[in-house]
């Protein structure tokens, strides 16, 4: 193995997954160890396809996927056990508190109970969830439901963590709490994905971003070497990630 396969925390090949056409489309993508990474496209280009054979959720029809040196189609589980996945539709269970339920997925992974309450108490605290750790879920908002799916995923310290549209129905506050997780999750040498409409988020948080359109990788870098890149020598693309996006995907709209 090179020392490049060494540091990454994910490293995809050809992956292809196809419904009534092709989703994902011999996809080839590789993230560093320790890096904040987002993968943005217009609706349909593939983006949760990809998370979620990444994750486990679906089986590609042809392709590799590494995760942190694991065959994660060989061996399933020693991936799993290493992934944090968060979807955009918080799925927990009503009629347990947030300590409840993290206790429950604590449990799932085999974690020592006492350390796994003290990650637990910390988490909840992180998300300013602390007053309502023991109130029982069916009664909250969906941002508050969402910071606890988010607690959940990452009580067992996952190292790859893996979010499809993560601020979906948070206000302003709770979107800043979880993006400070998330960057201090990055600094002790986590790995972030994460797709998002919101482009300034990206552009904001992210080392490097991937575009992916009809699902493919069709521009990779920092915001900077994407600009770079679609720079026509008229500045068009030189601007914001919104400039650039625009630029790249649908190149007709962004000369108009």
Known sequence: MSQQQASAALEIRGLT????????????????????????????????TTLRMVA??????AGS????????????????????WVSDEPMIYDKLTPMEYLAF???????????????ARALLSALSLDAHAHERCEGFSRGMRQKVALAGALVHDPRL???????TGLDAMSARLVKGLLQD????????ILTTHILEVAERMADRIGVIAAGKLIAEG?????????????????????DVFVALVDPEAAAA
């Open 161 to 167: 963590i893996i979010l499809d549209e993560p601020l």
């Open 222 to 242: 920092s915001l900077d070497e994407l600009r770079q890149r679609n720079d026509r020598g008229d500045g068009a693309a030189s601007g914001s990630l919104e």
């Open 185 to 192: 999750r990055v600094r002790d040498g986590c790995t972030v």
């Open 65 to 84: 996927i590494s995760v942190l040196g694991i065959d994660a189609l060989r061996d399933p589980v020693a991936a799993k056990q290493r992934i944090a």
């Open 105 to 119: 997925v604590a449990g799932l992974w085999g974690c020592d109970p006492q350390a796994s309450e003290s990650a």
């Open 17 to 48: 997954k196809r419904f009534d056409r092709p989703a994902v489309d011999g996809l080839d993508l590789q993230i560093r160890t320790g890096e904040f990474y987002a993968l943005l496209g217009p609706n349909g280009a593939g983006k949760t």
């Open 56 to 61: 486990g959720l679906l089986r590609p029809d």
